[in-house]
């Protein structure tokens, strides 16, 4: 095992939990007890089989205080379940909230931002607010959302929720959507700069003022992504808007998937779209591999040098989980198993992408037609073929549920 490989791997790992310790100073939070928010605002929920988790969705959102003027859409995405009776009976008695039922799913378009498409339409509120069927909200999550938005002048803000994992696969996955943002993403450069390769977004909780939707294209301009969360927050930029990630974790909590079959079919399906080509993923295994697989692998040889390496990644975990609300503790020693989770994820994505088999909520994944693109700020659809979307940065990126 050569030396200056892994003391290269270590000082990058050692650069990694320094970076993540100033991100974990600089990040914005998303405040318990924010100020009283006077504008109208839309909650808009997409569901598709939902029925089995969503009721705690449900119930947060009719407990939100703090906005004077709140609605709440839920949109039915053509459930083959209870989710419509679901919601009908615990929401149906509160004039607030609406419920819809969605259009049937055009060629060529993801079901996500079909449905976000279809509650944007519907929308009255100057601010939209999209939640996931797995995010719970506190009582001011919605308030707290939109002043986060607004009292630092943003266009998009997605304040992450804390993530909730259970079992030994989604502990070994789910923290890295976190970790991966404090470590790679310089949190307040990327906010204040407009190129759309420094976006980051989660659309478990993404709040977005309606002008700037509208003047991007909306999710009708994203129907063909994957990974609809950051193809909007790139479009927000270019079309000239600002966009950033806060630490939401004290206002929503969010239980993606309850065991490794879950992660594996989740992930499974939009890595693939993470890395945008199978030499960027080949790139992106062998990096991730150096900075957290080499060092510790070392250190069993006998490797001080890389026992350093091993803490460093160990250090970045544990910044990133007590800043956002994770567990850190031990889980964070298991770090380059949570490494080599995401390279055996990886690989089955691709597998899956180049056979055709990628399905999500019995809809297939369909990557080869994807829905027209709108330029910025123009009203119909572009008369060329959409082109293949611009690669996520390095964040690890979250799954559609």
């Not at 969705?57 to 709440?72: K, N």
């Not at 790679?184 to 976006?199: D, G, I, Q, T, V």
């Amino acid at each position: 095992m050569r030396v200056p490989w892994v003391a290269a791997a270590t000082v990058a790992a050692v650069a990694g939990a320094a970076h993540s310790v100033v991100n974990a100073r600089l990040m914005r939070s998303a405040p318990v007890d924010p100020p009283p928010c006077a504008e109208p605002v839309s909650v808009l929920l997409p569901l598709r089989d939902e029925a089995h988790r969503v009721e705690p969705t449900l119930r947060s959102l009719l407990a939100q205080r703090g906005v004077d003027d709140l609605e709440v859409l839920v949109l039915d995405d053509g459930s083959t379940d209870d989710t419509a009776d679901l919601v009908r009976s615990v929401c149906g008695a509160d004039p607030r909230f609406r419920l819809l039922a969605g259009e049937p799913l055009p060629e060529g378009v993801l079901g996500k931002p079909h449905a976000c498409a279809q509650l944007a339409r519907q929308a009255r509120g100057g601010v939209l607010v999209f939640v996931d069927a797995d995010v719970v909200l506190g009582e001011t999550a919605v308030a707290s959302a939109v002043w986060s938005l607004r009292a630092a002048a943003l266009d998009l803000v997605c304040p992450f929720p804390r993530q909730l994992a259970a079992g030994w696969g989604p502990r070994l996955v789910q923290p890295l959507l976190q970790w991966s943002l404090v470590v790679s993403l310089p949190m307040r450069l990327a906010e204040r700069s407009s190129r759309p390769a420094l976006a980051a977004a989660t659309g478990q909780f993404l709040v977005v003022d309606a002008a700037a939707l509208r003047r991007c294209g909306g999710y009708d301009s994203v129907g063909g992504a994957v990974l609809e969360d950051m193809a909007l927050a790139r479009r927000v930029r270019s079309s000239g808007g600002r966009t950033a990630v806060v630490d939401g974790s004290a206002v929503a909590e969010c239980r993606m998937y309850e065991d490794w079959g879950q992660v594996r079919e989740g992930y499974g399906k939009s890595l693939w779209s993470a890395t945008g080509s199978p030499l960027v993923a080949v790139v992106f295994g062998a990096v991730l591999s150096w900075l957290y697989l080499l060092p510790p692998v070392a250190a069993l040889f006998g490797s001080r040098v890389g026992a350093l390496g091993y803490l460093a990644g160990v250090v970045s975990r544990v910044v990133a989980a007590r800043r956002t609300g994770g567990r850190a503790w031990p889980d964070a020693w298991a770090h380059p198993a949570s490494a080599a989770a995401v390279l055996v994820l990886l690989g089955r994505s691709w597998l899956g992408k180049r056979a055709g088999a990628l399905r999500w909520k019995g809809r297939p994944v369909e990557v080869r037609a994807a829905a027209p693109a709108r330029s910025p700020g123009t009203a119909g659809p572009s008369p060329r073929p959409a082109r293949r979307a611009t690669p996520p940065p390095r964040p690890l990126p979250r799954t559609t549920p």
